[in-house]
């Protein structure tokens, strides 16, 4: 997601002020001085505008939002600012700009703005509280004065604040806000060193002396949602800290030499790290749609979806940081072990992780799996001859749904398992005579000739209303590998049959020992006159029962690398010397087949692209593929299915059970933030960044999470192979478990995944 320009500008601006610091050794620094702030370094936050970002312009501000607030919390959490931004400078203006102007709010926001006034909100009275209704804090009123008695935990800034906005509850349940300075008479102080090393007071209030500020529900209204802002700035914060230190992990495991080789190039240290920056993507994924989304409605059920994901991510990684460093990052001399400890304090403030996750799934309304239908006009056109650029996108997905809802059948959506070229032949053909079959060709192909926005709407769509996905690598691949590669006499001979279903393509990569590593295939194709004889095997071809043809890689040249000795042709399967051999899974579906070639003839035409130029040609189909391969419709339909077999067995009652659900659910969410990024960079034009490969692994795992929860939670029925339907359950059990482990296998295994990101986005030494 590109950031605008005010929010870039914020950023750098606090990069730039928080690094012309040492701001890791003020933290040491205030530590030994007993865990305060510096009130001239606060003077400078306040002249940078940061305390200001949240004001309106009609009370001083520059009337700016929690998207330029999380870029300098970020920031914050990069550098380890030690002075609480959060505490300090976002929670009180927060609550003081929701309240009505006039009177003390209006000073006291003057004078925090101005950085002469360091206050805090008090709220909490007991660890672990997420609301801040009902406070014990008891409050007599007399006039504006307020005396105020009992106790308030877990207050930031402590020493050295010049005053706390404080929530109390009147004799007659009235809520109050008032204003405690800190000098007031019946207020005591009792200071506990925080595992930051910061201070955390708690607040006796004894009789103690206050000024009302606000009362009433508008009061406590505008406490919850100052409570969730800070929390949204909070997990910014967290998520900064998960940032650097993986950046600063990456470096010393380049660096540090252990068995005479950077310990970096230890791949099981290489696929933790990357499993530490699937975390901080996933952060920030969750973080990015958040924010994007924050309305007052959701603004409870984001914050504490953010603050699961952020606390969660900082945590993992500062304390596997904390492991890869070894005994130096145990020392509090060395800078990874502060960037824990401040992780493990936020992480713990304004309720934790498995807090947030509860909170959510009590909040969040659960969206459909299934996209709901729109009315759509009397008579549909489904013509291909349409602006498809000029469309808006939800007229365009309602269009595609009422073409679902016209031609699919109703029965055969969200199919257990892949189907078969007998099975998926007439919906095949149905796309093929509306001509919607090839919606990423363009129109001098027969396509549609989608613009990649629709083209990814069109693809949602598709997974959203269950449909069953055909055979369709001649669509997919070998089409728009025509297209860029192939002569034209290639395009007239191969793309009209591919739409009329007289061809039926499959992939020929894998072999018994070039699975994952497709430039070790040795299947040899040898040139003869005008043909290639072709010699070996290929396996794990999907659809290869069905394949009228085959486009595949062969080994053209063994004396180079084995990248450059590679060619990419095209296989009729009908040639002579070609035994196909069915391969049964695990679910007892003949998905997979092997396939010999003992002397093959394929004409010299046949090949794609330049002669042992064919790694070219198959790079070209990655990135795409692990953008479909990472979507998350597989792990909502079976998070749909979990939740549902969990109301009908009561699951939910068990508070195991469904704190496993909410993380799952989380997952399944951040999942999808994480695609509508990559998505994102698709509609746009633009390359797929190697990243995507941490779709295509969080997708699957995620998949594979839920399908093990649904088959625990069907009990005895996990232990039958067919579609369940009694008066207890109806649907299949096992299938997504089956359909998970080979999701995690093909397009690349999860493990060379890892070392993909390792490689080329850590960039880890080999």
Request: include cysteine; glycine fraction near 8%; charge should be negative.
């Given at each position: 997601?590109?950031?605008?320009?005010?929010?870039?500008?914020?950023?750098?601006?606090?990069?730039?002020?928080?690094?012309?610091?040492?701001?890791?050794?003020?933290?040491?620094?205030?530590?030994?001085?007993?865990?305060?702030?510096?009130?001239?370094?606060?003077?400078?936050i306040?002249?940078?505008?940061?305390?200001?970002?949240?004001?309106?312009?009609?009370?001083?501000g520059?009337?700016?939002?929690?998207?330029?607030?999380?870029?300098?919390?970020?920031?914050?959490?990069?550098?380890?600012?030690?002075?609480?931004?959060?505490?300090?400078?976002?929670?009180?203006?927060a609550?003081?700009?929701r309240?009505?102007?006039?009177?003390?709010?209006?000073?006291?926001?003057?004078?925090?703005q101005?950085?002469?006034?360091?206050?805090?909100?008090?709220?909490?009275?007991?660890?672990?509280?997420?609301?801040?209704?009902?406070?014990?804090?008891?409050a007599?009123?007399?006039?504006?004065?307020?005396?105020?008695?009992?106790?308030?935990?877990?207050?930031?800034?402590?020493?050295?604040?010049?005053?706390?906005?404080?929530?109390?509850?009147?004799?007659?349940?009235?809520?109050?806000?008032?204003?405690?300075?800190?000098?007031?008479?019946?207020?005591?102080?009792?200071?506990?060193?925080?595992?930051?090393?910061?201070?955390?007071?708690?607040?006796?209030l004894?009789?103690?002396?206050?000024?009302?500020?606000?009362?009433?529900?508008?009061?406590?209204?505008?406490?919850?949602?100052?409570?969730?802002i800070?929390?949204?700035?909070?997990?910014?914060?967290?998520?900064?800290?998960?940032?650097?230190?993986?950046?600063?992990?990456?470096?010393?495991?380049?660096?540090?030499?252990?068995?005479?080789?950077?310990?970096?190039?230890?791949?099981?240290?290489?696929?933790?790290?990357v499993?530490?920056?699937?975390?901080?993507?996933?952060?920030t994924?969750c973080?990015?749609?958040?924010?994007?989304?924050?309305?007052?409605a959701?603004?409870?059920?984001t914050?504490?979806?953010?603050?699961?994901?952020?606390?969660?991510?900082?945590?993992?990684?500062?304390?596997?940081?904390?492991?890869?460093?070894?005994?130096?990052?145990?020392?509090?001399?060395?800078?990874?072990?502060?960037?824990?400890?401040?992780?493990?304090?936020?992480?713990?403030?304004?309720?934790?992780?498995?807090?947030?996750?509860?909170?959510?799934?009590?909040?969040?309304?659960?969206t459909?799996?299934h996209?709901?239908?729109?009315?759509?006009?009397?008579?549909?056109?489904?013509?291909?001859?349409?602006?498809?650029?000029?469309?808006?996108?939800?007229e365009f997905?309602?269009?595609?749904?009422?073409?679902?809802?016209?031609?699919?059948?109703?029965?055969?959506?969200?199919?257990?398992?892949?189907?078969?070229?007998?099975?998926?032949?007439?919906w095949?053909?149905?796309l093929?005579?509306?001509?919607?079959?090839?919606?990423?060709?363009?129109?001098q192909y027969?396509?549609?000739?989608?613009?990649?926005?629709?083209?990814?709407?069109?693809?949602?769509?598709?997974?959203?209303?269950?449909?069953?996905?055909?055979?369709?690598?001649?669509?997919?691949?070998?089409?728009?590998?025509?297209?860029?590669?192939?002569?034209?006499?290639?395009?007239?001979?191969?793309?009209?049959?591919?739409?009329?279903g007289?061809?039926?393509?499959?992939?020929?990569?894998?072999?018994?020992?070039a699975?994952?590593?497709?430039?070790?295939?040795?299947?040899?194709?040898?040139?003869?006159?005008?043909?290639?004889?072709?010699?070996?095997?290929?396996?794990?071809?999907?659809?290869?029962s069905?394949?009228?043809?085959?486009?595949?890689?062969?080994?053209?040249?063994k004396?180079?690398?084995?990248?450059?000795?590679?060619?990419?042709?095209?296989?009729?399967?009908?040639s002579?010397?070609?035994?196909?051999?069915?391969?049964?899974?695990?679910?007892?579906?003949?998905?997979?087949?092997?396939?010999?070639?003992?002397?093959?003839?394929?004409?010299?035409?046949?090949?794609?692209?330049?002669?042992?130029?064919?790694?070219?040609?198959?790079?070209?189909?990655?990135?795409?593929?692990r953008?479909?391969t990472?979507?998350?419709?597989?792990?909502?339909?079976?998070?749909?299915?979990?939740e549902?077999l969990?109301?009908?067995?009561?699951?939910?009652?068990?508070?195991?059970?469904?704190a496993?659900?909410?993380?799952?659910?989380?997952?399944?969410?951040?999942?999808g933030?994480?695609?509508?990024?990559?998505?994102?960079i698709?509609?746009?034009?633009?390359?797929?960044?190697p990243?995507?490969?941490?779709?295509?692994?969080?997708?699957?795992?995620?998949?594979?999470?839920?399908?093990?929860?649904?088959?625990?939670?069907?009990?005895d029925?996990g232990?039958?192979?067919?579609?369940?339907?009694?008066?207890?359950?109806?649907?299949?059990v096992?299938?997504?478990?089956?359909?998970?482990?080979?999701?995690?296998?093909?397009?690349?295994?999860?493990?060379?995944?890892?070392?993909?990101?390792?490689?080329?986005?850590l960039?880890?030494?080999?």
């Open positions: 997601m590109v950031e605008n320009e005010s929010i870039a500008m914020f950023r750098d601006s606090a990069a730039g002020f928080l690094g012309a610091t040492d701001q890791r050794q003020r933290v040491r620094e205030l530590e030994a001085a007993g865990g305060g702030f510096d009130r001239a370094s606060w003077g400078e306040a002249e940078l505008g940061w305390l200001s970002i949240l004001v309106s312009e009609a009370d001083g520059l009337g700016l939002g929690v998207p330029e607030l999380v870029a300098i919390a970020e920031e914050a959490g990069r550098y380890l600012l030690p002075e609480p931004l959060v505490d300090a400078g976002v929670h009180p203006v609550l003081l700009a309240l009505a102007s006039g009177g003390l709010r209006d000073t006291l926001l003057a004078d925090i101005s950085g002469a006034l360091v206050a805090g909100v008090a709220w909490q009275e007991t660890a672990g509280a997420l609301e801040p209704a009902d406070p014990r804090v008891t007599r009123m007399q006039g504006d004065q307020v005396t105020l008695t009992g106790r308030k935990l877990f207050v930031r800034p402590g020493p050295g604040a010049d005053g706390w906005l404080v929530s109390a509850q009147t004799a007659d349940a009235s809520f109050l806000l008032c204003w405690v300075a800190a000098e007031a008479p019946g207020l005591r102080l009792e200071n506990e060193c925080g595992v930051d090393g910061s201070a955390i007071a708690a607040l006796h004894d009789q103690a002396q206050g000024q009302l500020i606000a009362d009433g529900q508008s009061a406590l209204a505008a406490l919850s949602q100052a409570n969730e800070a929390r949204i700035a909070q997990s910014a914060e967290l998520l900064g800290i998960a940032r650097r230190t993986l950046e600063l992990t990456r470096d010393y495991l380049t660096t540090r030499v252990q068995f005479g080789k950077p310990i970096g190039s230890f791949q099981i240290l290489q696929h933790r790290s499993d530490g920056l699937i975390q901080v993507e996933l952060a994924a973080l990015r749609e958040g924010v994007a989304a924050l309305t007052e959701n603004l409870a059920a914050a504490s979806r953010i603050k699961a994901r952020c606390a969660y991510a900082a945590t993992e990684v500062t304390r596997m940081a904390i492991q890869m460093h070894g005994a130096i990052g145990t020392t509090n001399e060395y800078d990874i072990g502060l960037y824990f400890k401040r992780a493990m304090a936020l992480a713990s403030r304004w309720g934790n992780a498995a807090g947030h996750r509860g909170r959510w799934q009590k909040l969040a309304v659960t459909a799996t996209s709901p239908v729109e009315t759509a006009k009397a008579t549909p056109d489904f013509s291909p001859d349409q602006d498809w650029q000029a469309m808006p996108e939800p997905r309602a269009l595609v749904r009422a073409l679902f809802a016209a031609h699919y059948p109703e029965a055969r959506r969200h199919m257990p398992y892949r189907q078969t070229w007998a099975e998926s032949r007439d095949y053909m149905t093929s005579h509306l001509g919607w079959l090839a919606p990423a060709w363009p129109r027969g396509g549609l000739g989608l613009p990649a926005d629709k083209l990814i709407a069109y693809i949602e769509e598709t997974e959203a209303w269950g449909v069953a996905r055909s055979p369709d690598q001649g669509l997919v691949m070998i089409g728009p590998i025509l297209m860029r590669f192939g002569t034209e006499e290639q395009r007239q001979r191969f793309l009209p049959k591919v739409l009329a007289e061809h039926v393509w499959t992939q020929g990569y894998s072999e018994p020992n699975g994952s590593d497709l430039a070790a295939v040795r299947t040899e194709a040898v040139l003869d006159g005008d043909h290639f004889v072709v010699n070996g095997q290929k396996t794990w071809t999907t659809w290869g069905d394949g009228t043809h085959m486009f595949m890689l062969v080994r053209t040249d004396t180079v690398k084995k990248q450059a000795g590679i060619s990419f042709v095209l296989v009729d399967l009908k002579p010397g070609i035994t196909v051999r069915p391969i049964r899974n695990l679910a007892g579906e003949q998905e997979f087949c092997e396939v010999f070639f003992d002397d093959v003839r394929v004409p010299r035409e046949n090949l794609v692209g330049e002669l042992n130029q064919g790694w070219t040609v198959a790079k070209a189909l990655l990135g795409f593929e953008l479909f990472g979507s998350p419709k597989h792990s909502q339909h079976t998070l749909h299915q979990v549902m969990a109301r009908q067995r009561g699951l939910l009652e068990d508070a195991a059970f469904a496993r659900l909410a993380e799952l659910q989380l997952d399944t969410a951040d999942l933030a994480a695609y509508a990024g990559f998505a994102e698709a509609k746009r034009g633009d390359p797929i960044p990243t995507i490969s941490m779709l295509k692994i969080w997708s699957t795992e995620t998949y594979e999470r839920l399908a093990l929860l649904l088959i625990e939670s069907a009990q029925y232990a039958f192979r067919d579609h369940c339907q009694t008066d207890e359950i109806d649907l299949h096992v299938a997504p478990l089956f359909n998970a482990m080979n999701a995690k296998i093909f397009a690349g295994s999860n493990e060379i995944q890892r070392n993909i990101l390792a490689k080329t986005v960039e880890l030494p080999a």
